[in-house]
């Protein structure tokens, strides 16, 4: 029995790397996470799926309980958890240098295909077909994040508490402005400071139904888009209109400072990023369009419903918008830095997997983290609807995306490329 495996009898110990005289050989475990990584489309839920398949069914690296004790391990850490579930794999089985390669593999094919769209899009996306497909796409990653919120509300949405913190988050984002980290980080002491009585409450109260969500985020976004149209005026960096090139770098001497910008703004996102994906939108759309000004909503949105078609974490669109920030050397230094403290954290403390399980009240800040981050997706949404949802047509064809993705579970891709179809064919119609 390899010693990183369990027989279905055997309590769900923690796994441990293998003694180097058991290690894989480097040609087979290559392969295993190089099929790995280029098998990562549809997301987390289809990432994980997908390698529990490889390393429980097929490969017996584990068993079932140890998955779970790396799944438990890479949710307590901000950062993309199939990308840290693939690095620690690659620990157990050949050690940091298999660790370093397994998270290398499963980043590159996004890198490339992310790296490709963007420049097609900013060389191409003011041609009528580009430029039509893009007006299908947008729609269709509204729906998207409106799906995501709904299946966070059913984890994060747990008692009386967890409404209130969301509310503060969605008001202090949408109404105040107040910056994503400050919320983020009062979040966590909320949840920190009124766990128990959150937990308490959770008992007595079911999670929230998803349509009850549906309305409620269709209240705000409707509401946001009567009071915003296309045409108002907007601060400064924030724009609607898209400008004559899709986000080009600048002067040439402007382009070290604004790498060095880069990279501090992907390193941040990976450290805020909690709860999946999605979460880290807010933070992405703040930096690159509020504070730095590179970008524009649209560029955003067109960002996201790309990256549902590339393989890797969806935290991979910070490529796509560095790119557009800062040329090829952005999208470079944007992924080393989005993905680095990933590596960091997986390898600096994989061994002591079961001391970060168990953290004192990691619990209560990760709920708090879940909630608040839920009231900024719900924020960002009501931000880019008027971009993303222009019209009747745009309004229609997010509508049906939603009901594909949330009722027949349509495979995310297919629903992109059908949206951005369907926008093709209203730009020649």
């Not at 010693?3 to 110990?13: K, M």
């Not at 009501?382 to 009722?407: D, E, I, M, N, Q």
Request: hydrophobic residues 50%.
């Amino acid at each position: 029995m390899d010693h990183a495996s369990a027989t279905p009898g055997e309590p769900a110990l923690a796994p441990r790397p293998l003694p180097r005289e058991q290690r894989d050989a480097w040609g087979p475990f290559l392969r295993t996470m190089g099929w790995v990584g280029l098998n990562s489309f549809g997301g987390p839920v289809a990432q994980i799926g997908f390698m529990h398949r490889v390393s429980v069914e097929q490969r017996r690296w584990l068993s079932d309980g140890q998955f779970v004790h790396l799944l438990d391990f890479a949710n307590v850490l901000p950062g993309p958890e199939a990308l840290e579930l693939a690095i620690h794999l690659g620990y157990l089985r050949r050690g940091v240098a298999g660790g370093i390669a397994a998270g290398v593999l499963f980043i590159w094919p996004g890198l490339v295909t992310l790296t490709a769209l963007a420049w097609v899009y900013e060389s191409y996306g003011r041609l009528p077909a580009v430029a039509g497909f893009l007006d299908g796409v947008r729609p269709v990653a509204m729906a998207l994040v409106a799906a995501a919120a709904i299946r966070i509300s059913r984890r994060a949405l747990r008692g009386r508490l967890s409404y209130v913190v969301m509310t503060a988050a969605f008001l202090a984002s949408y109404a105040a402005g107040v910056p994503f980290v400050a919320i983020l980080v009062g979040c966590g002491v909320l949840g920190l400071t009124l766990g128990a009585r959150q937990r308490a409450s959770s008992a007595t109260h079911s999670p929230v139904h998803g349509w009850l969500f549906v309305l409620l985020v269709a209240a705000v976004v409707t509401g946001a888009r009567l009071a915003q149209p296309l045409s108002a005026a907007r601060p400064p960096g924030t724009t609607l209109e898209a400008p004559s090139s899709s986000g080009r770098p600048g002067p040439p001497e402007g382009r070290p400072a604004r790498l060095v910008d880069v990279a501090w703004v992907n390193t941040k996102a990976a450290l805020v990023t909690f709860g999946g994906a999605y979460t880290v939108l807010p933070f992405l759309r703040e930096q690159t369009v509020d504070r730095y000004g590179w970008l524009n909503d649209r560029q955003v949105i067109d960002g996201l419903a790309l990256g549902e078609t590339t393989p890797g974490p969806l935290i991979s669109i910070g490529i796509f918008l560095s790119y557009l920030a800062a040329g090829p050397a952005g999208a470079l230094v944007g992924c080393f830095f989005l993905f680095l403290p990933s590596f960091v954290l997986v390898l600096g403390l994989g061994r002591y997997i079961e001391r970060v399980e168990h953290l004192p009240r990691a619990a209560d800040v990760l709920w708090g983290f879940s909630a608040g981050t839920l009231g900024l997706i719900v924020a960002l949404a009501a931000t880019l609807v008027p971009v993303s949802v222009p019209g009747p047509f745009a309004a229609a064809l997010a509508v049906l995306a939603f009901v594909a993705v949330w009722r027949f579970d349509v495979n995310l891709i297919v629903v992109v490329l059908l949206g951005g179809a369907m926008g093709l064919l209203r730009a020649y119609a």
